[in-house]
Structures are given as C-alpha cells and as structure tokens.
C-alpha cells in the first residue's frame, strides 16, 4: 500500500509547493471575482484559513491516528470529538444564536443507529482503523444535510414569512404552517448526496473506491464497500434532514431576532391575528331606523 500511495502521490517539497499553489489560486479567484455573500465579509480569508487549517488538522491526525486505532480509550474520544466537531461546525453555519447545539440531534440521529446496525451485523469491526474512516464520513455526511437544510429552511421562512403569517392567521398550527412552507427547501439537501450516487463510476471515483483499490483490494470488493458507503450516506442524509426541518418547524432552531426591533417572522402570525381581533370594528346595522 505504501509503495501505490508514493506512486500516485508521492510526500515531497514538489507536493507543497502545487498544494501551495492551488490554494493561492482559489484565493485569488474568489477575491477578484468578489465571491461573498455581502459587502461585509470576504470568502478569501475564509478560503485560506480553511486550507491551512486542513493541512495543519491532517498533520495532527495522521500523527495520532497510529496510537487512536489502538488505544481502548484513544477510539471512542477521538469518535466523540469529531462528533463534536461536526456539531459546533454545523451549528455556527446554520444559526448564530443559542439554537445552535440543536444540530447534535439530527446528526446523531443519522450516524448513531447507522453504525449500531453495521458494528451489529458485523460488517464493520470494531477496530479503529476500520470504524474511524467509516464514522467520519457517515458524520460529514449528516453534517452536510444538516446545514444545508437548515440554512435554507431558516431563509425560506424569513423569505416567505407572510406566508406563514397567512396560515396563522387562517388557524394553522404553527409547526404546521412553517414546516409546509419549509419542506420544499429543506430536501433540496438531498441533491448533492443523489448526484453523488447517480453518477458514481460514470463522473467520479469516491475516495472509499480509490482508496481500497490502493489497499489492494479487487475492483468488486472494492465496489462493493462503496456502494455501502453511498447507501449508508443517503440513510444518514434523509434522517437528518427530516429531523433538522422538524426542529425548525417547532423553532428549536432558530434565526436571530433582527437587529431593527421588529419581531421575528416566527411570531408575527400570532401578533398579526391578535391585532386584527383586537382592532376589529364592532357590528353595526345598516338598517334604516323608523
């Protein structure tokens, strides 16, 4: 295995200086072509500190991973801190109030009884260097659904507030009126994981594929574990985007109130309706007296 991996990409000062290169590239593209969500903020600093804060993770990683896989104690902390991981990174993505720790629970919802079924069934050991990579990936996966579904729930309902005011105001239950207006939105999470297993082996080569095949396994078997891995990807990825739209949907997670003092569109739809209530005319008859 070593000797294919030096032969495909060999750990020298050439790698540094392309790796070095690529990433002053996507720099530079993105702040040239202004790619940023506002005026305010600049993805470029984003784009570099996320490529220096990879190589700098992978270098501690790859240095402990050794002593992880092995250790008794080392296997299930080093699980708990990428899950832990995952939960503050998807948090801060999809909201910047206290809402934010309610993403550990649609992707432990995902990833939990996903590897309970494989460590039951026995197709995955319980061996760290087999568990750490399959976790990891079924975790980045529900991280991935995660956010996507509840940045775009949380802007659809800011989008379309009205809407949601609309169905208050007619006597729909709130969990109901947001989640319907969401719910389109929310699965648009999904699309990246089912192109992904549409187009395996015809666009792209997944990294448990090439992976195997490095290791030295048969192009079958090396199929076959990859097929598990997309599978149990679009498992993970439904189940947390359900349940990301249904904590949404009973505002467990929430947007930040705006900063103008005008109520958070989650509440207008009562205040809307009371008002009315409140300020409507009393009857009067228009009938002509005697």
């Known amino acids: 295995m070593r000797a294919s991996s030096a032969t495909l990409l060999p750990v020298n000062a050439t790698l540094g200086w392309v790796l070095a290169i690529l990433?002053?590239?996507?720099?530079?593209?993105?702040?040239?072509?202004?790619?940023?969500p506002d005026h305010g903020t600049s993805r470029a600093r984003e784009v570099l500190l996320a490529g220096v804060r990879a190589a700098i993770q992978l270098a501690v990683v790859s240095a402990a991973i050794g002593w992880v896989a092995h250790s008794p104690?080392?296997?299930?902390?080093?699980?708990?801190?990428?899950?832990?991981?995952?939960?503050?990174?998807?948090?801060?993505r999809v909201t910047t109030d206290a809402t934010w720790w309610w993403t550990a629970v649609p992707i432990a919802a995902g990833v939990v009884p996903a590897i309970g079924l494989l460590l039951a069934t026995g197709l995955?050991?319980?061996?760290?260097?087999?568990?750490?990579?399959?976790?990891?990936?079924?975790?980045?996966g529900?991280?991935?659904?995660?956010?996507?579904?509840?940045?775009?729930?949380?802007?659809?309902?800011?989008l379309r507030h009205g809407k949601v005011e609309a169905a208050l105001a007619l006597g729909l239950p709130e969990r109901d009126a947001r989640i319907e207006i969401a719910r389109s939105s929310a699965?648009?999470?999904?699309?990246?994981?089912?192109?992904?297993?549409?187009?395996v082996g015809l666009v792209t080569l997944p990294g448990a594929f090439v992976g195997m095949l490095l290791g030295g396994a048969d192009p079958l078997t090396a199929g076959a574990v990859q097929l598990f891995v997309l599978i149990?990807?679009?498992a993970v990825q439904a189940v947390a985007v359900a349940i990301t739209l249904e904590l949404i949907a009973r505002a467990r997670i929430t947007a930040p109130a705006p900063q103008d003092g005008k109520p958070a569109p989650r509440r207008?739809?009562?205040?809307?309706?009371?008002?009315?209530?409140?300020h409507a005319p009393a009857p009067t008859d228009h009938r002509r007296g005697d």
């Open 23 to 36: 990433l002053a590239t996507a720099v530079t593209v993105v702040a040239v072509c202004h790619l940023t």
């Open 232 to 234: 149990a990807l679009m």
């Open 268 to 278: 207008q739809g009562r205040r809307l309706l009371a008002s009315r209530r409140s």
């Open 142 to 158: 529900a991280l991935t659904a995660t956010v996507l579904a509840g940045r775009q729930s949380l802007a659809v309902l800011r």
């Open 187 to 199: 699965s648009e999470a999904l699309v990246p994981g089912l192109d992904q297993t549409r187009t």
């Open 73 to 92: 104690a080392g296997l299930p902390a080093f699980l708990l801190l990428m899950y832990a991981v995952a939960v503050r990174t998807a948090g801060r």
């Open 124 to 140: 995955v050991p319980v061996r760290g260097i087999t568990l750490i990579p399959v976790t990891g990936i079924l975790i980045g």
